[in-house]
């Protein structure tokens, strides 16, 4: 028998491309380590061996429905660069794409890490609000754009926004009703400079919708009423995601879809009547006499139902304190609005008078 080279498998067994160092990857990038995972494949940080710098390549599982969505993912990209070359509104670049070994592999710049692993790692303390206010006016600017080329994100949250350059000061900082216990260590970033990434669930308005899209946390009413959704629906996720940066943590925590709509009530009122009868209509599981959420149903758990009371209006949430908190509230309020068609747009939201506030510099 002649000695046969063994053929080295480069997928697991899910169609994850295996990454090893130093892995020359299309004649050009050099790996140099995992930066991320997720449901869709996995980024590595790579040095490009022609330029002689460092890059971030989203390298694609080898199976079919990946490798589509993949395929939107860089038509959406190339539009973007093509109407904004100069990048003034903040969403990832692509660079070039390839197919490596069946993974498309979509080669982007290298930030700094995603504003959910920052919240983390800083163990969940809240953004100073002159930084809220810099991440809010990028953010709204990033989607008023997409929106302006007919897109929706579908999938905006903290893990989907990066941050330019990670570096940070640390400062003392008191903690809160312990006079005596040593100051607690807060992380604060230098530069609020963000970037918006993951456009492999952007949908074009004109184009097929799934019915369900969003990450739970971040997924507006009309989603879970199987109402149709549009633009609207990334507004409400950025209205999450300010609350988030406020508080630290998220603002709705559940994988239940009455629950959650039971969680919505109590922190931005009542449901409008018009609204829910839609709803009721749509999904009248969620619903009683009429248009009425049927909240707690007689199965939900103890647990449930002390989740739900735990909510807080968005009022105590953000307390107007003063014209800086009196602006957030009512820009939080307007945008998490249960009727898509009462929501305020992006672009509208631009021109709230929270962004001519001049914040002061705060811990």
Not at 337 to 353: G, M
Request: glycine share 4%.
């Amino acid at each position: 028998m002649p000695h046969q080279k063994t053929h080295v498998p480069c997928d697991d067994k899910e169609g994850h491309y295996i990454i090893v160092p130093d892995d020359l990857i299309n004649k050009r990038y050099r790996t140099v380590r995992l930066l991320g995972q997720g449901t869709f494949g996995k980024v590595v940080e790579a040095v490009d061996e022609y330029e002689n710098k460092r890059v971030a390549i989203k390298i694609i599982r080898a199976i079919q429905k990946y490798r589509d969505a993949s395929k939107i993912e860089v038509r959406v990209l190339q539009k973007l660069k093509e109407r904004d070359p100069e990048n003034l509104h903040k969403c990832i670049h692509l660079l070039r794409w390839f197919d490596h070994r069946n993974h498309i592999c979509i080669v982007s710049e290298l930030f700094g890490m995603c504003i959910y692993d920052f919240l983390k790692e800083n163990e969940f303390a809240p953004f100073p609000r002159q930084h809220i206010q810099s991440f809010a006016k990028q953010l709204l600017g990033s989607v008023a754009f997409l929106h302006d080329l007919h897109l929706i994100h579908t999938d905006l949250k903290p893990e989907n926004i990066l941050l330019v350059k990670n570096d940070y000061t640390t400062v003392p900082v008191q903690v809160a009703g312990k006079r005596n216990a040593p100051p607690k260590h807060k992380r604060i970033l230098n530069s609020t400079d963000i970037r918006l990434i993951d456009f492999g669930s952007a949908t074009f308005e004109e184009e097929y919708h799934s019915t369900v899209v969003s990450t739970r946390h971040y997924r507006a009413p009309e989603i879970i009423l199987g109402l149709g959704w549009s633009y609207p629906c990334d507004a409400f996720s950025l209205g999450c995601i300010l609350v988030e940066f406020y508080t630290g943590v998220a603002l709705f925590q559940t994988h239940d879809n009455l629950e959650h709509l039971a969680m919505m009530e109590q922190v931005m009122g009542k449901m409008p009547d018009r609204f829910a009868r839609a709803g009721a209509r749509s999904k009248p599981e969620f619903f009683k006499d009429g248009a009425k959420l049927d909240w707690p149903k007689a199965k939900a758990s103890r647990q449930s139902k002390k989740d739900v009371r735990a909510c807080r209006s968005l009022q105590e949430i953000i307390p107007p304190t003063d014209t800086l908190n009196r602006h957030f509230l009512d820009l939080v309020r307007k945008l998490l609005t249960f009727d898509p068609a009462q929501r305020i747009s992006v672009r509208e939201a631009l021109n709230h008078p929270y962004f001519s506030v001049s914040v002061s510099n705060e811990l």
